[in-house]
């Protein structure tokens, strides 16, 4: 059992839903993205009447729903994504989980929805990782992807934020998030759809903002390409980020190469990633800056030289190279030579140092899940 915020997470499991050894294994030889789960999850509820109670650490199964469930009428489900890593050490350890943690509240608060404390939050990914920590690969390249999230549980038709909510931790074997590996990905600029505009919900990590970006990506695929890049909704010049990516644009080259990612402007998502490459770059000596670009500016940078590296970064993905770009606007074009860039591979590498735990933790981010 494990205390957070005065709540005890119970063990309910009943010891009959383990995978055979020989079954994980074979799981694990290939576990893709998101493909297969553990054992186990955790859920807590909370309720007006009586705020968060019943966590449990129980079996991996179905969520029993009524038809008039709030959440599957008006939507109100948010949720994370953070990794858990095997160290050569033994222990099993997670990177900024207290961020996750308050951008889950963020999200929760901007939804209406009751917010789940830290203490709370990183709690049941001990429990849950405690419990199915043979599930975590080794290797640097492969984790176990954990996912938080929460959803209205209240039956009833009436318009309102909902009074009660479920909170639930999943979690699946990961390899690489882009079957290309490090490869550079391809890019369409979206002319026709935004992701998100001012004062909307750009900064929540809520499931409605990933169903209204799908057509935008189905129409990507249809132009050959593997992810979408949105613009900002006013004026439809500045880029904003890549799928649920954020976007860093690398100007030079050698020692006298920069980094710059779009500033936040409260319809992007606040990256955790993101915003851990401003440190590591600064650790590296690499000038690292928020700003605003355009499609135009992208452009003309690719072409003159100035714009050397695009890439894209995220817990799933950590990052990964952009190489060619193509709107129904602004034509096709390439970004450098249209392969990985060295600094965009210096960056990954320092990132990919601190989560395996190969290098010193400077910045106390890693979190000890299992010791």
């Known amino acids: 059992m494990l205390h957070a915020d005065r709540l005890v997470i119970s063990d309910v499991t009943s010891g009959s839903a383990i995978t055979s050894d020989k079954d994980r294994t074979a799981i694990m030889e290939n576990p893709g993205f998101g493909k297969y789960f553990t054992d186990h999850m955790v859920t807590v509820d909370w309720t007006q009447a009586d705020g968060w109670h019943n966590a449990e650490l129980k079996d991996y199964g ?24 095997r160290h050569s050490d033994g222990t099993i350890q997670t990177f900024r989980p207290f961020e996750n943690a308050q951008r889950f509240a963020r999200s929760a ?15 049941s990914l001990e429990s849950l990782v405690g419990a199915d920590q043979a599930w975590v690969p080794e290797g640097r390249e492969r984790s176990l992807y954990l996912r938080p999230f929460m959803v209205s549980t209240e039956v009833g038709l009436g318009v309102r934020p909902a009074n009660a909510y479920k909170y639930v931790l999943i979690a699946s074997p990961a390899g690489a998030y882009f079957a290309g590996g490090i490869a550079p990905v391809s890019v369409w600029i979206s002319d026709d759809y935004v992701r998100a505009a001012p004062g909307g919900t750009g900064e929540a990590k809520c499931a409605g903002n990933y169903a209204a970006s799908l057509i935008a990506q189905a129409e990507a695929a249809a132009h050959g390409c593997d992810q979408v890049v949105w613009l900002d909704a006013i004026g439809r010049e500045k880029i904003e980020e890549m799928g649920g990516m954020n976007l860093y644009f690398v100007y030079g080259q050698g020692d006298s190469a920069r980094i710059m990612t779009p500033k936040l402007t409260g319809s992007l998502l606040p990256g955790i990633t993101r915003d ?14 928020e ?18 590296e695009v890439f894209a970064c995220g817990t799933a993905a950590v990052i990964t190279p952009v190489g060619n770009v193509k709107s129904r606007t602004n034509g096709e074009f390439s970004v450098g030579a249209g392969t990985t860039g060295a600094v965009t591979l210096r960056l990954r590498e320092a990132l990919l140092d601190i989560q395996s735990g190969a290098t010193p933790d400077r910045h106390n981010w890693m979190h000890t899940l299992v010791g």
């Open 62 to 85: 179905p969520l029993l729903m009524d038809p008039a469930t709030n959440v599957l009428h008006y939507g109100q489900a948010i949720f994370e994504g953070l990794k858990a890593y």
């Open 109 to 123: 608060r901007r939804l209406a929805m009751a917010e789940l404390p830290a203490e709370l939050f990183v709690a």
């Open 276 to 289: 851990s490459l401003l440190t590591v770059a600064s650790d590296m000596g690499i000038a690292a800056t």
């Open 291 to 308: 700003d605003d670009i355009t499609v135009a500016d992208l452009r003309s940078g690719c072409e003159s030289g100035e714009i050397t």
